[in-house]
C-alpha cells in the first residue's frame, strides 16, 4: 500500500527545495501540506498560491539553523485562502516595500518597477486615481529616489493586465522581494525573511476567513506535541 497519503514516521525538518516523500524531509508547504490532510505536495490547495510562493520562497532562503523558526508558523496558512484579487496586489505590494530599500543594486529596479506595476493595480481594483501611492510605497521608492525615477520613466503608459498581473507578476515581484533580502547587507537576513512571512501571513488572514478549522485544529494537536525529527505517536 502507498503510503503517500499517510502520515510519516517522523515530524520532518524544515529543509531547502522539493521532496519527494517525508522520510527524505519537508519544506514549509510541504508540512502544511501534510498538516490539511492533502496529498504531499509544495503546492497545495489549503493555502492561497501567491502567500504559498512567498513561504516557499523564505523557506529555501533561510540558513538552516533559522528556517526551523517557520515550523511553528506552518499551522497557520492551512485553510488560509482567497479569491479575492486584492490578496495578490497587497501580499505582492508588502513584498516588494519590505525588501526595496535593502536590496542590492541589481534587485532595486525590478523592485521599484513591481511596485508602480501593483500600485497601478491597486488603482483600477479600488478604483482611485492612478498615480496616487500607498504610503508604504511612498516610502520605499523614497529610499532608493534614482532608482524610483528610472522606473518611473520605465514604467509610464505601461497598463498592467489583471490576468498578467495576477498570474506572472505578482509572483515574480514576491520572488524578486525574498531574493534581494536574502542577498541584502542587513545584519540578519533570517529576522527579516520571518517577519515577512508573519506579515504576509497576517495580510492574508485579514481578508480570509480559514476554512476547515476544526480539521486543521485536529491535525495540529495530533502532531504538535512530538518535536522536529523524533517520532510521532
Do not use: Y
Request: aromatic share 4%.
Amino acid at each position: 500500500m502507498r503510503r503517500q497519503n499517510l502520515p510519516p514516521d517522523f515530524m520532518p525538518v524544515l529543509s531547502r527545495g522539493h521532496h519527494r516523500r517525508p522520510a527524505k524531509g519537508a519544506c514549509f508547504m510541504e508540512f502544511a501540506s501534510f498538516l490539511a490532510a492533502e496529498r504531499w505536495s509544495d503546492h497545495p490547495q489549503c493555502t492561497h498560491p501567491l502567500l504559498a510562493t512567498l513561504a516557499r520562497n523564505v523557506n529555501d532562503q533561510m540558513s538552516d539553523d533559522g528556517r526551523q523558526q517557520l515550523l511553528g508558523m506552518v499551522p497557520s496558512v492551512v485553510g488560509l485562502t482567497s479569491s479575492d484579487p486584492m490578496v495578490d496586489v497587497r501580499l505582492a505590494l508588502l513584498c516588494a516595500t519590505t525588501a526595496l530599500p535593502i536590496a542590492p543594486a541589481e534587485s532595486q529596479r525590478v523592485l521599484a518597477v513591481g511596485i508602480l506595476s501593483a500600485e497601478r493595480r491597486l488603482a483600477q481594483l479600488e478604483g482611485r486615481r492612478d498615480g496616487a501611492l500607498t504610503e508604504a510605497s511612498m516610502v520605499a521608492l523614497d529610499s532608493v529616489p534614482r532608482t524610483a525615477d528610472w522606473a518611473r520613466t520605465f514604467s509610464a503608459g505601461i497598463e498592467p493586465t489583471a490576468t498578467g498581473f495576477h498570474h506572472s507578476a505578482a509572483p515574480s515581484i514576491v520572488c524578486r522581494a525574498v531574493l534581494g533580502i536574502a542577498s541584502a547587507c542587513v545584519g540578519d537576513r533570517d529576522a527579516v525573511l520571518l517577519g515577512l512571512l508573519r506579515d504576509g501571513i497576517d495580510l492574508v488572514r485579514d481578508v480570509t476567513v480559514p476554512q476547515a478549522p476544526a480539521q486543521v485544529a485536529a491535525r495540529t494537536q495530533t502532531t504538535s506535541m512530538a518535536p522536529a525529527g523524533a517520532p510521532a505517536s
